[in-house]
Each structure stands twice: as structure tokens, then as C-alpha cells.
């Protein structure tokens, strides 16, 4: 290890540059076999009440859905069961049971086809929308959850879709915003669409409430999904390397926007306009998610002085056949992080959103003045430490017809395996002051295994790992870290490098021996860094082609000078 102190100059020009829509076409065609198993423990009730909606076959221009073999089952049987249709079209199982005592099990099971077929999508839908039908101009309301008669929202709604013409252009300029305005947390500390537009945070219901806000102040129809999404990877294909994409294994909320020529099109906010991936399981809509909650909602009346009951939910699909056939080419316009759609034959206008100014080098005479005594620490900070995911459910409350109730969670699990033999992992971070590094700490998981890890600081190659290691930490052994549940942060740390580093960009690569199985935590699209600053490759080759398209929540410690911008101008 080098023990003199090291000053880095980053390569300015080397930062990552802005992405740019990326026009996706193919198919994606899975045959799944689909269980969810839920687990109530600690049952002292008078009564209890489990609702569920069961998943109905369904098709849109972009994404369809086949269900067959639905068979919902409770051990023991309840005391009563029955299945209504609601407004919406849900199909709602509510199981009871008078004084139970005991632990209760829910298994729903099925097998499901899944298409993703993104051809061109033609649309001559005018703006503002001219003929709404009745049951559509239901998803105009505003809500607790919705609010498209803030003044606020419909100023941003206002500007948003000034000069427009076309649906389709309301609608990417409304995501295009999006995209770069709003950063992934989970938990947030609120779920409707007026805390996310205020702090540009949230998690998949604070996206889909906030878009659905925005876009029914433009009087466009948009519904709330509520679904859950399996954890097998897709990479789309594209020049120089493949795009990668996985989401936690858990629920999830998206939303569905009404066209009068193409009629219910599925979209996420955070990253996908006009299509979801076939790694959705669609169940439940509504107008917003007070409406979608009968899915995996519990009711209760508790017996004085017990414990609440605890849940425990487990999720498990296999794919019998998986075809993934995904081509992707970048525009030369949309936000700076990932924005995916099919090609659509539609007036819009192209918005192009400018880059930030690169940073600034400290030149070698300004850096001698510096006093660097001023504690510095930057990354990807927001995850849900120490969380056990396996038990979801979210906080009791009172219900409404007395008792208490608890809701589903959209807390999942978002994290990659990434001590394989085969595949290393790095994570980009950009400097925009001169640091002292003193640490890198990672959020992991130890499922066990033994071994020891580091990580290594490498310069930036045109956005991607280049070939110089500038620092590497000490080592970490993994059998001294706990076996808990939940992600932590472990600190490598890098005090004896002496590492000086420049503002610009520079790359965490996680290395490792033995044979430890470690989870690295991360956060659905690009809440920090830049869009292709999360790397893969197998340790056989040398070319960082892979990109994924999240992010890995990490934090940099170390100390900065105080007035840098002052200094450099004398």
C-alpha cells in the first residue's frame, strides 16, 4: 500500500455524459409460475380479516397478460369466505375468521403469460382531449392522495404542457420532468403526489401519485396500478454494451394512461413511458392507492394486552420459458437519466434538458492554501437499514368499521449478488470538491461465507472503470460482519492511501477472495450519480460494457477546505 499522499487530477472531459431517451423495440415473452405465500404469526384475535385481489387476465398495445390455474387457499379454512366484484373491476376474496388463535397461511398460486411487444405506436390523440367516456372521466378526480387542485401542481402541469398539440406530447414532456426531478427513496415519510412534487422524493407510490396529478390537471385519464414485480434481469441491447434491468422482487405501483386511440397504455414514472417490462404481475387498479388497498389488506379486532399479528410474506415465480429480444438506440434528445419507449409515430416536440457544468479541477497552487478540515460525506445515502424484508406489512392503524388494519408494503428488496466468481460490479461517484478520502462504505448483506473484500478507487474512462487503480482499502473480513437481517453500512477504509482526490469522476469497484455471499443494496434509477454509472463485466474480460440501470447506494467520507471557489480565484 502507498503511504505517500497522493494528489489525483481527474480528466474532466471523462464524466459521464447526460443520457438520452432510449427507443426500444422487440418482445419479451415469458411463461411464469407465480405463488405468493403470506404468513400471519402471533394471532390473538377476536376476529381476522385477510382481502385479496385475484390477478385478471388483461392486454394493452404494449404489455398482455394470461392467468390461468388462480387458486387461492387458507390453512385453516376460514369461517367465511366470499368474492365480490368493485367498481373498478377488482375481484376481491375476503376471508374470515371468528377467534382463531392461532397462525394463519394464505397461498395464492397461478401460471401466467406475459408479453412485452414493442413495435411503433401510432397515436393522433389531440391536446386537450376532446371526447372523455364517462367511466374514463372517473380518473380525472383529484384525491387525498392526487392532488390535481393544488395550485401548485397545476402551475408545473400549466408549463409543462404549454405549446402542446398532441396526448403523446403532454404526456413525454410530463415524464421527461419526471425523470430528472424526482429522486427513489423507500421509506418516504409521506405518499401523495403534493409531498413528492415539494421534495422531489418518493417511492413507486409517490411516482405514480404525482404523475397521475400532474397528468389529470391536463384532464388525461390516469389510473394507479398496484401489482408486483419479479426480480429476473433483462438487458436490452444497444451499441457498445447492454443496458441491464432488474427490480425487486415485491409490490409495486405504476400507472395506466387513457389514449382515445389506443385505450389503457401501462407506464412506470420512473423510467419506462407507453410499456412495462413482462417482469410485472398486474393485480389491482384504482384512482389512487387508497382505493388499491384490498390486496393483501388485514383487519383485525385485538384482544386486550397480545401482541399485534405479525406478517410474513414471500414472493416465488419461475419462469418455464423466458425469450428476451430487446434492441435499444439512444435519442438525441430527453432527460439526463434513462427514459425508455417504443417508437411512436406522434407530433411532439423533442425536449432536450441541458447537462450541469462539469466540475471545476483546483489547480496544484490553490490546493498548498487548502486546509482540509471540514468533514465531508457524499453518495447515494437513502436505504432501509437493517429491515428484515420478509416481514412487509406496513403499520397498524384503526379501520374505519372499528378494529385495526394494516396495509400492504412497497418496501422490497433491492439488491445484487455481487461476490460471484464470474461478475465484478462498480459504482461511479462525482466529486465536485477536492476531498480527503478517508472511506468508502458499502450498503450489504453477509448471507454468509467466508473471505475478504476491498475496494478499489479507479480513474474514470470515458464513463465507465478505466485501467489505474488509484488506492485500494484495507481489507474486510467478511466472517467478522453479522449475519442479521437487512443492509448495513460497512466501511473500507482507506486512511493509510493518503488519497487527494481532484473534483471529477471516479469509480468504486468492489473486489474479493474466498468465497463470501454478499448482497450490495441499491435504489431504482439514478437518484445521485450519473445514468451509466453503474458498471459490470466478468472477471474475464477487460471491457466495462455492461450498465445497469440502477444505482448502488454507497457514501464517501473524508474531509474538504472550506471557501475552495474563493481560493481559486485569487
Partial sequence: MKRALILIFAVLLAVPAAAKNIEVKGEME?????????????????????????????????????????????????????????????????????????????ILAMSARANTGLGTLKT???????????????????????????????????????????????VQRTLTWMVDNMRYVNPPKKYDALYSFKTGKGNCQNYSHLAAAILRVMSIPTRIVNGVTLNKPYSIKRPGGRLTFKMGQGRHSWVEVWFPDLGWVPMD????????????????????????????????????????????????????TDRVELYGKQMAYGPRKHLLH??????????????????????????????????FVFGNLDFPEGVDFAFPLGPAQKAKEGG????????????????????????????????????VGLALHRFGGDGTMWVEIRNDGNGAPGDKVLGWSEMVFAGELTLRPGYRWVDFDFAREKLLLQPGAYWIALGFTGTPIMNWFYTYGKP??????????????????????????????????????ERMKR
Fill in 30 to 106: 415469458s411463461a411464469i409460475d407465480y405463488e405468493i405465500v403470506q404468513n400471519v404469526k402471533r394471532v390473538f384475535a377476536k376476529k381476522m380479516v385477510l382481502s385479496y385481489v385475484l390477478p385478471a387476465p388483461f392486454k394493452t398495445p404494449t404489455y398482455s397478460q394470461e392467468v390461468s390455474g388462480v387458486n387461492l387457499r387458507f390453512i385453516p379454512e376460514p369461517t367465511k369466505r366470499r368474492t365480490t366484484r368493485d367498481a373498478r373491476g377488482n375481484s376481491i376474496v375476503t376471508a374470515t375468521w371468528n377467534n382463531p388463535y392461532r397462525n394463519i397461511s394464505a
Fill in 528 to 565: 445521485v450519480g450519473p445514468p451509466e454509472g453503474t458498471r459490470y463485466k466478468s472477471i474475464f474480460e477487460k471491457s466495462w460494457s455492461g450498465a445497469l440501470a440502477y444505482e448502488f447506494n454507497y457514501r464517501v467520507k473524508g474531509l474538504t477546505a472550506r471557501m475552495v471557489e
Fill in 404 to 439: 385495526m388494519a394494516a396495509k400492504k408494503s412497497f418496501l422490497v428488496e433491492t439488491a445484487e449478488y455481487v461476490t460471484t466468481k464470474a461478475t465484478q460490479y462498480a459504482q461511479t461517484f462525482v466529486l465536485r470538491k477536492p476531498v480527503k478520502l478517508k472511506k
Fill in 342 to 375: 417504443p417508437r411512436v409515430e406522434a407530433q411532439f416536440k423533442e425536449v432536450v434538458v441541458p447537462l450541469p457544468p462539469p466540475p471545476k479541477e483546483v489547480p496544484p497552487e490553490v490546493i498548498k492554501r487548502l486546509v482540509f478540515d471540514v468533514p
Fill in 124 to 170: 393522433q390523440a389531440p391536446f386537450p382531449l376532446k371526447h372523455i367516456p364517462g367511466d374514463v372521466r372517473y380518473y380525472l378526480k383529484p384525491t387525498e392522495l392526487v392532488q390535481a387542485d393544488d395550485p401548485d401542481i397545476r402551475a408545473r402541469a400549466q408549463a409543462l404542457s404549454r405549446g402542446v398539440k398532441t396526448e403523446f406530447d403532454a
Fill in 269 to 320: 414514472p420512473q423510467d419506462t413511458m407507453l410499456f412495462t417490462s413482462n417482469r410485472y404481475v398486474r393485480v389491482e387498479v384504482g384512482i389512487d392507492n387508497e382505493e388499491t388497498k384490498n390486496d393483501g389488506l388485514m383487519r383485525w379486532i385485538q384482544v386486550q394486552g397480545k401482541p399485534a399479528p405479525r406478517l410474513e410474506e414471500s414472493i416465488n415465480a419461475s419462469f418455464g
